[in-house]
């Protein structure tokens, strides 16, 4: 089976005055179509800049990274952000709905810029909606819902376009202990139900343990840690 | 110590955002540039005519003067009359060398002692070996044969030969003269273009026979009253200052409207340093709303965000007004040139800045930037902490105080229009009423556009994502692009109400013109400048005129400067021909022959802004200060419109003038020809007849008369141009820093489309989209604005200014003039903040806070 996202040798570092800083450092790895991976690390250990080459925020320099079969080595910013709009949807920590629109646009975001019909994305958000517990709620402005509210619809929004693999960055770290773990629950049923790939960025050991492999990101390399290894003591 | 650390706080911020703090002071620095560019240029030009007034009176007291100067024999009997008694006669009049125009002024040197003209201190000559004179003018260099003194600063502007002969252009004829020295005077701007020459040369010069145009005296009131007592009623003494006032009414409309214009700029100056000073505080709600959290009052919160706004807009208003005293340079000469061709002979030399304007300028630009900013200061200050984080929460209740401002915008616009229909004749008022109109329809501007992006929503939507996301983004974000629509459409709004304004100005003069032209032919002397009255022409120029060949019949004319219980007006003296009566269009009359009625004795007909500024109408009386009886009454047969002069005119019969003036001089003819195909041969024939090198003519058809007021009238509106332009250039800068603020502060909203699968052409597509859809909708709430504006300038503002009335009229492509400039100007602004969105980093702009 074709993974959803295979990363082959993927190194980056950035220059800070004249010293050279590397982040990462031949990074291979991959997730696969309805599996879930999660990536822990100490803060300022790569986490953010893997999944900004894996999105193709950030040019590939050396490696490549290759999301459902297709490489992005040689794509330009162009073609890598028409590939994300296809392939990618997004979770972030602070939920990063856009305040001016409602949660019904907020969710059609990804559909209307694909230029899909207004009539499929009313179904689809529909349906979404009603999958992430919001239904009625499509008229309200984001910023009138609770965390754990807002982070649904951004879910909603992830999935709607029903992309090969789904980045999460830290999607629980706003949340308290009960909301965290109910979005995390909707999160991979849903993602389990579209089959997508989901890489999940996080500092919650019971957020990682939920996952099927957990991968750790230490000195700009990466290792698949177990999850009965994980202990109190790793301080991420 | 708080406010310190807030004020440093707010430091920080600005340092890190200088564009903000640049755009800010930008803002302020272009609208009290204008400002004071304007007054600085009001002042000069009044502190000049001023200051040369009263270099020219020195300390003259009292003028006695006739209906048209007076008899050289009447300074010889005052004279004797009235021994000891400081007088002295004078001549004054205009001359040419090259193409610069300089006042001559005629008087006796040895009657100059007391008179002290050119200072407080006594003038200086140089280039001749007389010394420095106790008196004011040196009596020996003026006693050389056909001696002048200039003032050293014109010599040295203009390069003049001292010391050597020139070749002065009087009326056209061509004289010589002995620059026998130049002179300075205690203020040498006062004096600048101002040649001095000995009366009896000036007097030959000018070709006033034995006449004289008045006498100065230095009077106490004892002796005014003993003058007053012995002159007969064809002469009158008057204070020498009564002219100054009439000369400085003549332009006090000018004046006021070249204010007005500026004070437009600094309206939309306002707005612009509202947009910055709102998106300053916008992006620091979190900050406030922690600084709240931590304990700080609302009321500290306040001054020290108005406190902020004093520092940008002190800084900001030093900066203006140093633009201002650049940019006034450039403007005294727009409006010098205006004041020449319209109203008298003005130099300004010096460019007149007083404390008083740093302090003007200071006022304005903090006053209204602090009025500005205190809306946002008020706003942040009163929103909870938990409520200032809420985006959508400022956008409702935006959205929620739009149908408030709307009523309260449209009740401020019928306050303004009610205004501008009182029958009362104040400029100020018109003026007021104007920007009432301007401020209440600014307030409307938001509610329409609000109203407009939502009713349009549903078909943009059809136009594709990018169309329909900035369409959204239009009244999403109304809080913000609302003041930044108002700003331009306000600007553009005064560009196309002008562009009418001038527009049916020159459409009427250009119609008045073709009326009023009824001979194909016209001849005058030449005279030095467009406002002072030509020579006369010889006496058997009519009749040489009528015997030419292909002459049909001829009308004359002759202007003179006759003084009025109105004061001293323009007066024109014709004896018409058979078409001169259709040249006028009589507005109102009292009979039903007024032609008939005109040519009966004291009688006369006066133009309509003589009428309209002194509320005079067919049938009232006007006095007449003639020059066989004095003053006496004058009934008004009919009320003319005229273009020609702003302070009004008189039209007088010729035989009806005869019968009370000794001036049998005519100045002008009007021909009409036989055949007007045959124009050229026949004003080559006049000429021929009439011309000879002591009496140059200038000869023209009509149809250059024409071209030539029109070149005028373009001049004279060069100057509204200029204002205009800049007040577009002020709401440039306004839209620029409203859109830069409005797509920095949606970076996030514009970095998660980019995560989602937005290319950078398709950001640049939503940002230019949205700038171009609020530019349109900007020029097209503008254009209903713009018409207003144009009615009050055209049915109030002129006709209190200058007393013309005129039709409006659209003129053509003036709206999608409108539209695209509008439109143009948005896109222009938006290129910036579009390139720099589409360019910004995506995943730093995600980052978890």
């Given at each position: 089976?074709t993974?959803?996202?295979r990363t082959?040798?993927?190194?980056h570092?950035y220059?800070s ?8 450092h ?5 997730v696969?179509?309805g599996q ?7 803060s300022?250990?790569?986490?953010s800049?893997?999944?900004?080459l894996?999105?193709?925020l950030?040019?590939i ?7 459902n079969g ?8 162009h073609?890598?952000?028409l590939?994300r ?5 997004f979770?972030?920590q602070?939920f990063?709905l856009?305040p ?7 969710i059609a ?5 694909a ?6 994305q ?11 517990g ?6 309200d402005y984001?910023d009138r819902?609770s965390?754990g509210?807002q982070?649904r619809v951004?879910?909603?929004?992830a999935?709607?376009h ?17 909301s ?8 991979n049923d849903l ?5 997508s790939?989901?890489?999940?960025v ?10 099927d492999?957990i991968l750790?990101l ?5 290792r698949r840690v177990?999850?009965?290894?994980l202990?109190q003591?790793?301080?991420? | 110590m708080?406010l310190?650390?807030l004020i440093?706080?707010?430091w920080q911020f ?5 564009a ?9 620095v272009?609208?009290v ?6 007054l600085?240029t009001n002042?000069s030009s009044q ?15 009292h003028?006695?003067?006739g209906a048209?100067?007076?008899p ?8 004797e009359?009235f021994?000891?008694?400081p007088m002295?006669?004078?001549?004054s009049?205009?001359v040419a060398?090259d ?10 040197p040895?009657?100059?002692?007391q008179?002290?003209r050119?200072?407080?201190g006594p ?7 007389s ?7 040196p009596?020996?260099t003026?006693?050389?044969q ?25 009326g056209g004829?061509e004289?010589?003269a002995?620059?026998?020295a130049?002179y300075?005077s205690?203020?040498?701007?006062a004096t600048?273009?101002l040649?001095i ?16 145009d ?7 009131e004892q ?9 007969p ?8 200052t009564?002219r100054?006032?009439?000369m400085?009414a003549?332009?006090r ?14 309206v939309?100056g306002?707005f612009?340093?509202h ?6 505080v916008?992006?620091?709600r ?5 600084k709240r959290?931590?304990?700080i009052?609302s009321?500290t919160?306040?001054y ?15 900066i203006g007004i140093?633009?201002g005293?650049?940019?006034s340079?450039a ?6 040139r205006t004041?020449?061709d ?5 130099h ?12 003007g300028?200071?006022?304005l630009?903090?006053?209204s ?6 809306v946002?200061?008020f ?5 909870s902490?938990?409520q200032?984080r809420?985006r959508s929460?400022?956008e409702?209740r935006?959205?929620?105080t739009?149908p ?6 449209f009740?401020i616009m019928?306050?303004?229009?009610a205004l501008?229909l ?15 109109i301007?401020l209440?329809?600014?307030l409307?501007?938001?509610w329409?556009?609000?109203a407009l992006?939502?009713?349009l929503k549903?078909w943009?939507?059809?136009?594709g ?6 369409a959204?983004?239009i009244y999403?974000n109304i ?10 459409s ?5 560009t196309?109400g ?11 003069v250009?119609q008045w013109?073709r ?8 001849i005058?002397s030449?005279a030095?400048s ?9 006496t058997?120029?009519l009749s040489?005129a009528?015997d030419?060949?292909?002459?049909k019949?001829?009308?004359s ?6 003084r009025?219980s ?12 058979e078409?001169?009566?259709l040249g ?6 009292d009979s ?14 006066v133009s ?5 500024k ?10 007449v200060?003639t ?10 047969a009919?009320v ?10 008189i ?11 000794n001036?049998?001089g005519?100045?002008s003819?009007g021909?009409?020809l036989d ?5 050229q041969?026949?004003?080559a ?5 009439l011309?000879?090198?002591?009496r140059?003519l ?5 149809t250059?008369i024409?071209?030539?007021?029109l ?6 509106f060069?100057?509204?141009r200029?204002l205009r332009w800049?007040?577009v250039?002020?709401?440039?800068v306004?839209?620029f ?7 920095l502060e949606r970076?996030?909203?514009f ?11 398709r ?16 020029g097209?709430?503008?254009l209903?604005?713009?018409w207003?504006m ?6 109030v503002i ?11 009229m659209?003129?053509i492509?003036a709206?999608?003039?409108?539209l695209?400039?509008?439109t143009?100007s948005?896109?222009l602004a938006?290129l910036y ?5 589409s360019?910004s ?9």
């Open positions: 089976m993974p959803a996202i082959t040798g993927l190194s570092a220059m005055g004249q010293a050279k800083t590397t982040i990462l031949d990074v291979s790895m991959e696969a179509p879930t991976v999660a990536l822990i690390g100490r300022g250990s790569g986490k800049t893997l999944l900004n894996i999105s193709g950030e040019p320099g050396t490696g490549d990274v290759v999301l297709e490489s992005m080595k040689s794509l330009n910013d073609q890598r952000t590939l709009g296809r392939q990618i949807g979770i972030y602070s990063n856009i001016t629109l409602s949660v019904a646009d907020n975001l990804p559909l209307a810029l230029g899909s019909k207004a009539a499929q009313n179904h689809r958000i529909a349906e979404l909606l009603t999958a992430v919001l239904e009625g709620r499509n008229r984001p819902l965390g509210e982070q951004a879910i909603a929004r999935l709607i029903k992309p090969a693999l789904i980045l999460a960055d830290e999607p629980t770290g706003n949340l308290d202990a009960n965290g773990r109910q979005v995390m629950q909707l999160l993602v389990s139900q579209q089959n790939a989901m890489l999940l996080t500092h919650s050991m019971e957020v990682a343990r939920g996952a492999h750790m230490e000195s700009g390399g990466i177990e999850p009965d290894t202990t003591s790793a301080a991420w | 708080l310190r650390i440093k706080s707010s600005y340092r890190h955002h200088p903000q703090l640049l755009l800010s002071i930008l803002g302020i272009l609208g540039g204008i400002v004071t560019a304007v600085i002042n502190r000049a005519f001023a200051l040369s007034t009263e270099a020219l009176y020195g300390r003259t007291t003028q006695l003067s048209n100067g007076l050289q024999s009447v300074y010889v009997q005052l004279k009359r021994t000891g008694v002295a006669p004078i001549i009049g205009h060398i193409e610069n125009v300089y006042s001559l002024l005629g008087l006796d040895f009657a100059e002692a008179f002290n050119l200072g407080s003038a200086a000559t140089k280039g001749t070996d010394l420095p004179s106790a008196d004011s003018v009596i020996k003026l006693l050389q056909d001696a002048l003194l200039v003032s050293q600063i014109s010599a040295e502007q203009h390069n003049l030969p001292v010391n050597d002969s020139v070749t002065l252009n009087v004829e004289h010589n002995y620059l026998a130049t300075t205690a203020n040498p701007a600048t273009g040649m020459g000995d009366i009896a040369f000036v007097q030959s010069l000018l070709k006033r026979d034995d006449k004289i008045r006498i100065d005296l230095i009077l106490n002796q005014v009253e003993a003058i007053r007592g012995e002159l009623e064809t002469l009158q003494l008057t204070p020498a009564s100054t006032q009439t400085q003549m332009t409309g000018f004046h006021i409207n070249l204010t007005a214009m500026s004070l437009l700029a600094l939309v306002a612009l340093i947009n910055t000073m709102t998106f300053a916008v992006q620091r979190e900050l406030f709303a922690i959290i931590t304990g009052t009321k919160l306040l020290s965000i108005l406190l902020e706004a004093v520092i940008i807009s002190t800084i900001g208003s030093l140093a633009v005293y650049a940019l340079g403007l005294v000469q727009l409006t010098t004041i020449n319209l109203y008298f002979v003005l300004v030399q010096q460019i007149w800045f007083s404390p008083w304007l740093i302090l300028g200071l006022v630009g903090i006053g930037s602090v009025l500005a900013a205190s946002a200061a706003d942040a200050a009163s929103t902490p938990v200032t809420q929460l400022i409702e935006t959205r929620s739009l408030i401002m709307a009523i309260g915008g009740i019928i306050v303004g229009i501008s009182l029958p009362v004749q104040s400029l100020l008022v018109g003026f007021a009423a104007l920007m009432l301007i209440g329809y600014g409307l501007i938001p329409m556009v609000y992006s939502r009713l549903p943009l939507d059809k136009l994502v990018s169309v329909s996301l900035a959204g983004g999403r809080s913000r692009t609302g003041l930044a629509i108002a700003a331009l306000i600007a553009v709004s005064a196309f002008v562009d009418v304004m001038i527009g049916s100005f020159r459409s009427t250009d013109l009326t009023t032209l009824q001979s194909d032919v016209y005058t030449p030095a467009s406002t002072q009255n030509a020579r006369l022409l010889a058997d120029s040489l009528i030419t060949v292909g002459v019949s001829v009308s004319g002759r202007s003179i400067d006759a009025t109105v004061g001293n007006i323009d007066m024109l003296v014709i004896q018409p021909h078409q001169s009566s006028f269009d009589l507005i109102t009359s039903k022959d007024p032609w008939l009625q005109w040519r009966q004795d004291q009688t006369l007909m309509e802004p003589l009428a309209t002194h509320a005079v109408a067919a049938g009232d009386t006007i006095e200060f020059e066989t009886r004095g003053f006496l009454p004058f009934e008004i009919a003319f419109r005229d273009y020609g002069s702003s302070h009004g005119k039209l007088m019969d010729r035989q009806v003038f005869d019968q009370h003036w001036e049998p005519i100045s003819l021909v009409l055949n007007t195909d045959d124009d041969s026949v004003i024939a006049l000429s021929a007849r011309s000879s090198s002591e140059p200038v000869i023209q058809s009509n250059a024409h071209a030539q007021s070149v005028v009238f373009d001049r004279t060069e100057v509204t200029v800049l007040t250039g002020v709401a440039f306004g839209i820093s409203a859109l830069l603020a409005l797509h970076a996030r909203e970095a998660i489309l980019r995560a989602s699968g937005a290319t950078r052409r950001i640049m597509g939503v940002v230019m989209t949205q700038t171009a859809l609020m530019g349109l909708m900007a097209a709430l503008a209903p604005l713009g207003l144009s009615e009050i300038l055209i049915k002129n006709v209190r200014s200058f007393g013309w009335s005129m039709q409006s659209m003129p492509g709206i999608p003039e409108t695209f400039m509008a143009l948005a896109i938006g903040p579009a390139y720099r969105l360019r980093a995506i995943a730093a702009q995600l980052r978890d806070d």
